[in-house]
Structures are given as C-alpha cells and as structure tokens.
C-alpha cells in the first residue's frame, strides 16, 4: 500500500492560531508526520527599532511586544537602566511593581483559560474569565489611563503613586471564587479530560533542550521560577507550582493554580501599601540618560515564561544592540516535536495549551 | 461514570446560573461609557513655551515645530495619525501645557482635521 501525504497549510488567518502564526503540517490521514512552523508576519523591528531611539522614547512602545502582559517589557527596560546607573528602588515603589505585575499575570492567564476552552470548543468560560479580566482591566485603565499599553514604570520608580486600593481588594476577594467556578466548569469535565489527558506530552528532557520556560516547565516536573531569585519578590512568601503529569491538562492546572498564588501575592503587596507612606522616588532624569559603555542584560519571569533583555551601549544616549529574548519564541519551535504523532483535531489543543501568543514570537 | 455525570452536573448547573444576570455591554454608539480621569486621548496644548521637551520623548515623532531666524519656536504641531497616546509628553512637559483629554472618537472624514496645528510657543 502506498502512503500518500497531505501538505496542509494550516493559518495564518486561522482564528485559533492565536494571532497570525502559519503550520506547514505534514498528514498521513489525520495522522502528523512533521510540522513546520513559519513565523514573522506580525514583525515590527522592535530591536531595530531601539537603536533609533533614545530609552524614555523606547520605553512606551515595550509594552507592544506582548500586549497581553506589557507591564512586564517595561519592568525590563526599566530594570537594566536602573541597574545600569545604580538606583536603588525604594520598599514602596517594589511593592507596586509587584502587584501590577501579577495583576497583568493573572489577566493574561484569565485570557488564555478563555482562549484555550474556545480551541476546545467551550464557549461560554471564555465569557466568564473576559468578565474578571475586565475588572484587572478597568483598574488598569484607571490607574494608568489605559487597559493595555500602560507606559506606567518609569526609569528608577513610577509615573505616579498608586490609587484606588479598594478596587485591588475587591478584585482579589472576588477572584478565588471565581476561579472555583471554572474549576467547577472545566476541571472534571470528562470532554475537556478527554482532550487534554495524555494530549501533548512534553518530557523533562525534551523542554529543556528546547529551552522551555515558565508554566510549561514547571508542567513538566522542572522546579524552575525566576521570581524566586528576584529582587523584586524578595520578602513575598509564595509557593512554586511545579506538577508531573506533563500533558495538557497539567499546563491547564498549572496555570489556574498559578492565579490562586498570584492571588496570593498581591494580597500581601496591598496589606504593605495599605499602610506604607506616601511615594517619595528619585526618577531618572530620561532627557540626558546615557548608559555607561559595556554589556547589560535582565530577567523576569513572564507569564510565558522567561523574558529578558539585554542591550550593548556605545556610552550613547541610544543602545548600540538590544536583544529580546521571550517565552512564547521557544514554545512556538517546540511544536515541530510535540505535534508529530499526533492527530490533526488535537494539534490545536496542543498548541492552544503552550500559551504562546505571536507579537512575542515575532517582536 | 458517575464522576462524570456530577462534573458535567456541576458545570452545566454553573453555567445555568448565569441566565439571570444583568447585560453588562453597553449599546454603543446610543449609550456610551465614561472613561477615567486618568485616560489618555486626544491631546490638547495651552501654554506652550517652546522648549521642545515633548518633541525628544515622543516615540513616534508626531510633535513638529518650527523656529524663526532666532531660534525660538513660533508654531508647532501635533499630528494623532502618527500618536500613540503614550503620554509621554504630557508626562515630562515642565509647564504642564500639554493635556491628554477624554476624547477617544477620532473617526473624521478629514484627515488633516487629525493635526492640530498651533501658533505661538516662545511668547506664552
């Protein structure tokens, strides 16, 4: 019997691709036998760009390369200038930062809980994390002045001190319930277990030789978060969630237990800013910010896993070279291992599952 | 299999429960929503003196202006086709001149209506 194989062009338009991502699939029926993603549609030259621009003019358009969680970009821009010239960042503007952070963290997990029932075919989750996502949203909006690109950290603290703390209390009260709701929803629910148990097993080998980071990791048995080392988090009690099953499911469980402890975290950030002083901040002046000549690089770890930056200076008031490295590049390359073997009907799930989203891949 | 039946039992029941909440989308354009004080739309400037701060933090070059024979600056512009709405300049202006309204619908026939062109600068 002769095989014959089917080329199939999979995206760039497909609304499940999470953006504009293309998979040259290879089939055998319904059976992958390669894949082949082709990346770059959604390229801006964020690296080219920088070295055109001075740091303060740079620093608003950060926030672009994952929309989703932009607080964490500026966080890194912010954090190589400010370790570049020696600021130290007070208590108060620490705690901020951190609690914007893991709200942005928990809006981009609540989006990807949506986005990834919706891949499954589950409408309706999607509405309801929308819904909680709109309360970190509204505060964001309120807080910065807008819901995505907030162009809030500034080089060596904050634009302005924080405001509207009931609202964070009440987000945070509310949350915990709420995402006893999806459990109850899609958890145990023998359709979801079906598509997701056992589906895209990723071994601890293979996701580190394909330098995955982040929840994936941690999915696969690999106790790994750089929040653990950073001097941001330093002082906050949290607990690392790190399961064996590997597949799916554990990326799914991984990251719904990983809102409950950002949950967590930013309750014990609001009860110190509940009672902390009023903002006092020494802020870079960015009109002659140079850095001084030599290498520079950060790290954070991002809601899809490790993001870092790292910028040559010329002594310049621009970066001679500066480089993104981000989670979702590393996941999207993984699906060349994860999809062979596996039927075409699961190949979205599996992807959907990684948590990649393509302004990263791409920047 | 009855593990089963009860998560399914559960779901649907959550999901049910829903059926009786308010609308919480707006009918837009009828009905419109307030935004916050803090939110960053269209630009307004009063009391510019001229010193060009605006124009070296803008990451997207939408801030012109031009200069007489001595130097000061005597009309300059704003130009929201090439704005993103940063902030920035509102953020770093030394008089506060500039100011970032609530005004978020910039849909216009007329494209050169989306620069704002002033006059004066040096003498404000």
């Known amino acids: 019997m002769t095989i014959t194989k ?22 055998d029926g319904e059976k992958i036998l390669s894949c082949e993603p082709d990346v770059g549609y959604l390229h801006r030259g964020m690296e080219k760009m920088a070295e055109q621009m001075s740091y303060i003019q740079y620093l608003p358009t950060v926030d672009r390369i994952d929309y989703l969680a932009g607080c964490f970009y500026s966080e890194l821009l912010c954090r190589i200038v400010e370790q570049a010239l020696n600021v130290e960042l007070p208590d108060k503007v620490r705690a901020i930062r951190v609690m914007l952070l893991e709200l942005n963290r928990i809006a981009s997990h609540l989006l990807w809980t949506g986005s990834f029932l919706m891949d499954l075919g589950a409408t309706s989750p999607f509405f309801y994390t929308f819904r909680e996502r709109e309360m970190i949203l509204k505060y964001f909006e309120k807080l910065t002045g807008q819901r995505m690109m907030y162009n809030y950290f500034v080089f060596g603290g904050l634009r302005k001190d924080i405001d509207y703390l009931e609202d964070v209390q009440e987000i945070i009260n509310i949350l915990p319930k709420k995402i006893d709701d999806y459990e109850k929803i899609i958890t145990d629910n023998p359709i979801f277990l079906k598509r997701t ?36 988090y330093k002082g906050f009690d949290f607990r690392t969630i790190v399961l064996e ?30 009672t902390a002083p009023t903002l006092e901040q020494r802020l870079i002046n960015p009109l002659n910010l140079k850095l001084p000549e030599g290498d520079y690089s950060a790290q954070i770890e991002a809601p899809r896993g490790l993001a870092s930056c790292f910028i040559r200076s010329d002594g310049g008031d621009k970066p001679y070279r500066l480089k993104w490295r981000t989670g979702s590049y590393y996941s999207v390359n993984l699906l060349r291992k994860l999809l062979v073997g596996e039927y075409l009907n699961d190949a979205i799930a599996i992807a959907g599952s990684l948590d990649f989203i393509l302004p990263e891949v791409d920047k | 299999m009855i593990n089963a039946i009860k998560s399914l039992w559960e779901g649907h029941w959550t999901v049910f429960k829903h ?23 269209k630009l307004t400037v009063n009391g510019c003196i001229g010193c060009g701060v605006c124009k070296r933090v803008c990451p997207s070059g939408a801030i012109e202006y031009q200069k007489d024979d001595e130097g000061k600056v005597r009309s300059y512009s704003f130009d929201l086709k090439k704005c993103i709405f940063c902030g920035n300049c509102a953020y770093y202006c030394p008089k506060g001149a ?27």
């Open chain 1, 6 to 27: 089917l080329k199939l062009n999979l995206g760039p338009q497909h609304p499940s691709t999470h953006g504009v991502l293309r998979l040259i699939l290879e089939l």
């Open chain 1, 197 to 232: 148990e056992g589906k895209g097993i990723l071994d601890k080998e293979t996701a580190l030789n394909y330098a995955i980071t982040g929840v994936n990791l941690r999915a696969s048995g690999v106790d790994l978060d750089f929040r653990n080392g950073d001097y941001l």
């Open chain 1, 245 to 274: 099953e590997k597949d799916s499911w554990a990326r799914y469980k991984a990251r719904i237990m990983e809102m409950r402890e950002s949950c967590n975290i930013i309750h014990q950030a609001l009860e110190y800013l509940k």
């Open chain 2, 19 to 41: 059926l009786f909440r308010k609308a919480v989308t707006l009918e837009y354009p009828e009905k419109k929503r307030e935004p916050n004080e803090a939110f960053r739309g």
């Open chain 2, 98 to 124: 500039i100011k970032m309204t609530k005004n978020y619908e910039l849909a216009t026939e007329d494209k050169n209506s989306l620069c704002l062109n002033y006059k004066g600068g040096a003498d404000d």
